[in-house]
Each structure stands twice: as structure tokens, then as C-alpha cells.
């Protein structure tokens, strides 16, 4: 029996929601807490940014080097994901809000190029999209997503030190909690 195109749509949003949804249990909480994860005693290289190498949707590459001085907020995705349908109009907004702010959000497109563009341009990405594909989910592991999910947000400070990870959507206003602190003595 060949399912429709809407159907396959469906049963992939609800393994979007369900992997999102199991996370939350697999995880310790205390890796989606801000002090905890600042303060607890990790392995060196589970905490600094990982070197990575891709290409936008431009074709250009891109390191971890690409922003130097920024904050950097990498927010791992899919098109075919339900959960990161929904938060990225958030992440537009806060691009556009923030401006100013020595702050870049990285999408890294865990997806096929077309849909990955697709997605970007119908939403208005504002931000670099990063063109990971299958071994997006390598990069996302050493960032500290062990269970796979999507989404993944894991935020860096300008030294590439883990500020704070987390598995599931995220909204902009906390981003704007979460990144508040770090700009103080720097902004206004």
C-alpha cells in the first residue's frame, strides 16, 4: 500500500514530537539547566565548541572560526521536524531584534539541501544556515546531544566554552534570559 505525501509528513512529525518528548526523559535534568551545566565538572572536549567545516546554503564554507568575538547559539534542525517548525520563527525574531548584540544563531540543517533551503526562505532565515546532512547527527552528539533529538540548541561563548545545552524547542525569550547575563559590561 503506498501512503500519501501527507501521510508520511504526519507519521514524521510524530516521531519528531516523540523523540523531543523521550529526551526530556533520557537526559539528565541537570544538562538542560543553565548553572549545572556551567558548573558541573566535564570532560574537556564535551564542553568547548567542536571544530566543524560546512557549507551554507550559499555554498560557502564555514568553521567554527567564522564569528570570532560572538556568542554563538547552534541550533540543530530539520525541515521534517515538527518541534523545530515551530521554535525557528522565534530564532528570526531574536536575529532581528538583537541585532546588535554580539550574538550569531548558526542553523545547522540536519537535512537534503533543497528542503533545508526550501524551509529556510518560506520562514525568512535571517541568520547562516549550515548544511550538515547525516553527519550533522556526529557534530551534534560532540555537542552534547547523546540521545539525537532534534531540535538541539546548545549556546558557546566567544571563547567556544559550553554556556548551556538543550534538547526541544526553545523560545526567544529564553534566549534572551539565557544570553542576558554574558553581555552585561558589554552592550548599552
Given at each position: 500500500m503506498k501512503l500519501p505525501l501527507s501521510a508520511w509528513v504526519a507519521i514524521c512529525a510524530l516521531v519528531g514530537v516523540t523523540a523531543g518528548i523521550s529526551a526530556r526523559w533520557?537526559?539528565?535534568?541537570?544538562?538542560?539547566?543553565?548553572?549545572?551545566?556551567?558548573n558541573k565538572p566535564q570532560m574537556p572536549d564535551s564542553n568547548t565548541l567542536p571544530a566543524f567545516r560546512l557549507s551554507d546554503l550559499q555554498g560557502r564554507i564555514k568553521t567554527r572560526d567564522s564569528w570570532p568575538g560572538k556568542i554563538l547559539v547552534v541550533n540543530f534542525w530539520a525541515s521534517w521536524c515538527a518541534?523545530?517548525?515551530?521554535?525557528?520563527?522565534?530564532?528570526?525574531?531574536?536575529?532581528?531584534?538583537?541585532?546588535?548584540?554580539?550574538?550569531?544563531?548558526?542553523?545547522?540543517?540536519?537535512?537534503?539541501?533543497?528542503?533545508?533551503?526550501?524551509?529556510a526562505t518560506d520562514?525568512?532565515?535571517?541568520?547562516?544556515?549550515?548544511?550538515?546532512?547525516?553527519?550533522?547527527?556526529?557534530?551534534?552528539?560532540?555537542?552534547?546531544?547523546k540521545a539525537g533529538v532534534l531540535p538541539f540548541t546548545a549556546i558557546y561563548s566567544a571563547q567556544g566554552k559550553r554556556l548551556y545545552q538543550h534538547a526541544g524547542e526553545i523560545n526567544k525569550q529564553q534566549l534572551e534570559k539565557l544570553i542576558s547575563p554574558y553581555l552585561e559590561g558589554k552592550m548599552k
Open positions: 533520557l537526559l539528565p535534568a541537570e544538562e538542560n539547566n543553565l548553572h549545572s551545566s556551567i518541534p523545530c517548525r515551530k521554535e525557528m520563527p522565534d530564532f528570526v525574531d531574536f536575529s532581528k531584534q538583537h541585532k546588535n548584540w554580539p550574538v550569531q544563531i548558526i542553523g545547522i540543517a540536519i537535512d537534503e539541501t533543497n528542503a533545508a533551503r526550501q524551509f520562514i525568512g532565515v535571517n541568520y547562516p544556515v549550515l548544511l550538515a546532512r547525516d553527519e550533522g547527527f556526529d557534530l551534534n552528539s560532540a555537542m552534547g546531544n
